[in-house]
């Protein structure tokens, strides 16, 4: 059973595509080419991120993502966290464990939340394509009220989240 | 054109790391599968669930529905729609312009952007295992209820 649980949805999903696959073949094979698709962009946008992420681990000290993001980082933190976020490229996905390998340096739980928000919905490229399909006073418009709503909500959820609960999620981290 | 760039940066660092210090580029180099390993399982279910979701509301299918439901009904439509699935940007974004040209409101467009990007229910799964169900909740929520008031603030500013 510890050997199959991290592999739950897994195979979940896998029984409900067969079930699919029996009853409308079509279907089954759309549903195929588009995990296919999925699981080709992961491949192509996972391996530089993990390689920083060892990188980052191995050679940046926990001080240093302290001083500029840890408890007492401030407005410093926050606009860090926001430019990291904004100028990511890639599914957030891709930002979790950049955000776990954060979190195991000592950066401070709002300021990771923040990082998680800017990556969600204030990505450069992505405000680029938005600008080309629904114009620029729509797209900048949305860009500012994400940049106040993000850390409005940060700071909301690092509140909610108690200080032990955060330790728990920071120990979970610590020895990755 | 940005994943270039990120592949760019991460292989120059990592041979100025091997020619800094081998040892420890072996050790980041370990510590990069491990990581990579731990959430595999995790995140392989999530691909296979966004690659079923994704056949099932296909993007087609989603313009048909939102297209025809508009106002307030058809904001909070496009808002489940825009929290469950899960559209590269790519797609995403042509998809709400042509929504917008088939009827939509610029409210119902901007809440539909803001939860598909924002809001993430098919990862929950992957983010409750780096961050814990309480964390993947509230961020997710507050991210849903947040859609809205973008949406509304948009629409104000853009009428």
């Known amino acids: ?176 | 054109m940005f994943e270039v760039i990120l592949y760019i940066l991460a292989l120059t660092l990592l041979s100025y790391s091997f020619f800094r210090d081998r040892k420890k580029t072996k050790m980041a180099l370990t510590k990069s599968w491990k990581a990579f390993i731990n959430i595999l399982p995790a995140l392989a279910g999530v691909l296979a669930l966004i690659g079923l979701m994704l056949a099932v509301l296909s993007p087609d299918l989603v313009t048909r529905v939102l297209g025809q439901n508009t106002g307030t009904w058809g904001m909070f439509l496009t808002s489940l729609f825009g929290a469950i699935t899960l559209i590269p940007a790519f797609v995403a974004y042509p998809m709400a312009a042509s929504l917008l040209d088939s009827g939509a409101g610029i409210m119902q467009i901007a809440v539909f952007v803001s939860t598909l990007t924002m809001v993430g229910t098919v990862t929950a799964p992957l983010e409750a295992k780096y961050f814990g169900w309480k964390e993947t909740l509230l961020r997710n929520g507050f991210a849903y209820l947040f859609s809205f008031v973008a949406a509304i603030i948009i629409g104000v500013v853009l009428r």
């Open chain 1, 1 to 176: 059973m510890k050997l199959i649980k991290p592999y739950i949805l897994l195979i979940l999903v896998v029984i409900i595509d067969l079930g699919i696959i029996l009853y409308n073949p079509d279907l089954g094979l759309k549903i195929f080419t588009n995990t296919r698709a999925n699981i080709l962009q992961m491949l192509a946008i996972l391996p530089p991120i993990f390689l920083l992420i060892g990188l980052l681990d191995v050679w940046v000290p926990r001080e240093q993502f302290m001083r500029f993001m840890g408890e007492k980082s401030g407005i410093v933190g926050i606009s860090f966290s926001i430019l990291l976020g904004a100028a990511a490229a890639g599914p957030l996905y891709a930002a979790f464990p950049l955000a776990a390998i954060m979190i195991q340096k000592g950066v401070k739980f709002s300021n990771v939340l923040i990082f998680l928000g800017a990556w969600s919905t204030m990505k450069i490229p992505m405000v680029l394509f938005e600008i080309t399909a629904l114009g620029s006073q729509f797209a900048l418009t949305r860009w500012v009220i994400s940049v106040v709503g993000i850390i409005v909500m940060a700071l909301l959820i690092s509140r909610i989240i108690t200080k032990t609960e955060q330790s728990e999620i920071y120990a979970r981290h610590s020895n990755l």
